[in-house]
């Protein structure tokens, strides 16, 4: 199988960049299935059914999320419905959604990071309990992490190498370098980066951040705007072992 995972989509612009680009890439590299993180996709911050459904409709198969899942109170009733959009399996138990998803076969999970983020269920023995209760899970198994701390990210994919097929990281919306197939037959890379305008601070406008860090005053970051870059990873798996055989990075930017 040839998986597609997508970095966080910034707003509006992210959204346009998508649409342009992932039809192509689907069809260049023979992709099975497509991820998208899709937590910034309304205005730079969460995600609401209009923005879900526009990223379903530009080609993605299952959209996962993060810490920003909640910033629209209208996307709530879609995380119990059909939509196939998920949020981090190690929120506490009664809060709405589900924190994976079974999309062609593929077992997708989500899980959110607790260094410099909240004070969320441990994503270690979360993931753990899944593998342990579910039954006939699938043989490929792909993890977003969104966290912030690098350490956590690669202790997590050592953690579960062998377990899953891919553990992939999101959040921070910087691409890291890292991309490799873990000893144990687990892809892996600490962040995918973004999919969003380039001249940003991770995808917002430059000046809101700048004036946010200058004077430490709350107040509501917008997207950035101009040339946008697309991030994503390729992994290769052998569906008869779930082992991953090949990870790559895929860049796209806009004229």
Request: charged share 20%.
């Given at each position: 199988?040839?998986?597609?995972?997508?970095?966080?989509?910034?707003?509006?612009?992210?959204?346009e960049a998508?649409?342009?680009?992932?039809?192509?890439?689907?069809?260049?590299?023979?992709v099975?299935?497509?991820i998208?993180?899709a937590?910034?996709?309304?205005?730079?911050?969460?995600v609401?059914?209009?923005?879900?459904?526009?990223?379903?409709?530009?080609?993605a198969?299952?959209?996962?999320?993060?810490n920003h899942?909640w910033a629209?109170?209208?996307?709530?009733p879609?995380?119990?419905g059909?939509?196939?959009?998920?949020?981090?399996l190690?929120?506490?138990?009664?809060?709405?959604?589900?924190?994976?998803?079974?999309?062609k076969?593929?077992?997708?999970?989500?899980?959110?990071?607790?260094?410099?983020?909240?004070n969320?269920?441990?994503?270690?023995?979360?993931?753990?309990?899944l593998?342990?209760?579910?039954?006939?899970?699938?043989?490929?198994?792909?993890?977003?992490f969104?966290a912030?701390?690098?350490?956590?990210?690669?202790?997590?994919?050592?953690?579960?190498?062998?377990?899953?097929?891919a553990?992939?990281?999101?959040?921070?919306?910087?691409?890291t370098?890292?991309?490799?197939?873990?000893?144990?037959?687990?892809?892996?890379?600490?962040?995918?980066?973004m999919?969003?305008?380039?001249?940003?601070?991770?995808?917002?406008?430059?000046?809101?951040?700048?004036?946010?860090?200058?004077?430490?005053?709350?107040?509501?970051?917008?997207?950035?705007?101009?040339?946008?870059?697309l991030n994503?990873?390729?992994?290769?798996?052998?569906?008869s072992?779930?082992?991953?055989?090949?990870?790559?990075?895929?860049?796209?930017?806009?004229?």
């Amino acid at each position: 199988m040839r998986i597609l995972v997508i970095g966080d989509v910034i707003g509006k612009p992210g959204r346009e960049a998508l649409d342009k680009f992932l039809p192509q890439i689907k069809q260049e590299y023979g992709v099975d299935l497509t991820i998208v993180n899709a937590e910034n996709s309304a205005g730079g911050i969460g995600v609401t059914p209009e923005t879900a459904e526009e990223l379903l409709k530009a080609g993605a198969d299952v959209l996962t999320s993060g810490n920003h899942v909640w910033a629209h109170k209208t996307i709530l009733p879609y995380l119990d419905g059909d939509m196939p959009l998920i949020r981090p399996l190690n929120y506490p138990p009664g809060v709405p959604g589900k924190g994976y998803i079974i999309k062609k076969g593929v077992l997708v999970v989500n899980l959110i990071g607790r260094t410099f983020m909240n004070n969320y269920d441990c994503p270690f023995r979360a993931m753990d309990a899944l593998l342990v209760r579910l039954e006939d899970t699938p043989k490929v198994i792909f993890v977003d992490f969104h966290a912030e701390a690098t350490s956590e990210k690669v202790a997590l994919g050592r953690y579960l190498d062998g377990r899953v097929s891919a553990v992939l990281g999101t959040h921070t919306h910087v691409g890291t370098i890292d991309a490799m197939v873990l000893p144990h037959g687990t892809a892996y890379v600490t962040d995918i980066g973004m999919v969003g305008p380039i001249d940003s601070v991770i995808g917002d406008d430059p000046e809101s951040v700048l004036q946010r860090f200058l004077t430490q005053l709350p107040h509501r970051l917008s997207a950035g705007t101009g040339k946008c870059v697309l991030n994503a990873m390729l992994v290769r798996v052998d569906d008869s072992t779930g082992k991953a055989t090949g990870i790559e990075r895929i860049q796209k930017e806009t004229v």
